[in-house]
């Protein structure tokens, strides 16, 4: 039953993928799936478990992890798995005990800075200072300790995905349990057996957390995409992204950032198969949309923007320079996975290089 199952979800990945790329060409352009990305996806799918036959031995348990696979034990918390996916599911979960709302920033850093490292920042150095900077400010506080060993169950991930649904529709705390739960659901698919009671409820308890901001009804002229047509709601939010850069230049770049983390949590939960998850908050980011499009009220704070630069975060120096304390919350991982993510996805739509002109903004 085991190997049915996993074959079957297999074949409906596959095929959501050429149906996926069949889309991508008849608009002219190449698929961009590699072996990697692949494995990931495929992972997210299937709980990170794939059965791999083994000769005479039969159907053999296997995790998947970037380009290889290894054997995965579900009982050991400890293995097969990045150390910043387990720091970050700690940090998420324990968070509610804690300050929920800035100690949960910390968990979705660690686990955003994985993939920002997996599948864009491809210079060593740079990942190294990465991973110094998140040791210097996370790693080794007590958010990110070990949860005790536990039976893991992949099966009850989706509690995370129906406690986001619940008030999907309402605007709470500008989107942050959307991207919450999606990092957090993308990172327990990637190694299950981390996923614990312990951690699961934590993390469900998080979203339960947050409460209603600016929680009006949306203008109704605003129709995003469908979030299952990657292309054309990637190119919708970076637009909607650029325009927010424009008009809080001098107020910050909170709105813009988190137009692209809000909306970045939506794509990646409809690219991993939730798509009545994603659906879920589609009121709430239309919310988002509108209230961002109003721009900032004379009474709000100014803040200083930052210094025009050339450099970006896949570069090295860009890590290199920024000073050991100066990541805060964890914003400086946070928006620029999304943002390279979501450009990835919009192909070579005219608001990549637009966005990309005035990205320092955010950086």
Known sequence: MEAQASNAQLRQ?????HESNAMIQSNGQQPCLNRRKFNRQLAALT?????????TQGPKLQFIYGDE??????????????????????????????????DGHRGAALISAHYLCDEFVDQPDAQTRIAELLDINYSTTKLCAQFPNE????????????????????????????????????AFRLAPQLATPQRVEGVCELI??????NDTPPDPA?????????KAISQFILQEASDAIDRFVGFGQGFAGHMMTFGHSLVELASMGDVEWAESCRTAFCKYVTVTRKGPSPEDRRIKDHLQTKL????????????????????????????????????????????EAKAWHVF
Not at 76 to 93: F, M, Y
Not at 208 to 213: D, K
């Open 47 to 55: 709980g990170g478990c794939v059965l791999a036959h083994g000769g």
């Open 151 to 186: 039976r893991p169950d992949p099966n009850a991930i989706r509690k995370i995905g129906e406690t986001l649904a619940k008030r999907g529709d309402q605007l709470l705390q500008v989107g942050h349990n959307a991207i919450f739960a999606m990092l957090a659901i993308k």
């Open 69 to 102: 696979t290894e054997d995965l034990n579900p009982e050991a918390a400890n293995t097969s798995t990045d150390r910043l996916i387990e720091l970050g599911l700690n940090a998420l979960a324990r968070s509610p005990e804690m300050n929920y709302f800035a």
């Open 208 to 213: 339960r957390r947050f409460t209603p901001w």
């Open 13 to 17: 990945f596959q095929a959501r993928e």
């Open 312 to 355: 970006r975060p896949t570069d090295t120096k860009y890590w290199q320079d920024r000073p050991d304390r100066s990541v805060g919350i964890g914003h400086v991982f946070k928006y620029p996975y999304a943002y390279y993510d979501l450009a990835q996805r919009a192909g070579d739509a005219a608001i990549v290089p637009e966005m």
């Open 222 to 230: 605003i129709q995003p995409p469908s979030f299952t047509d990657q």
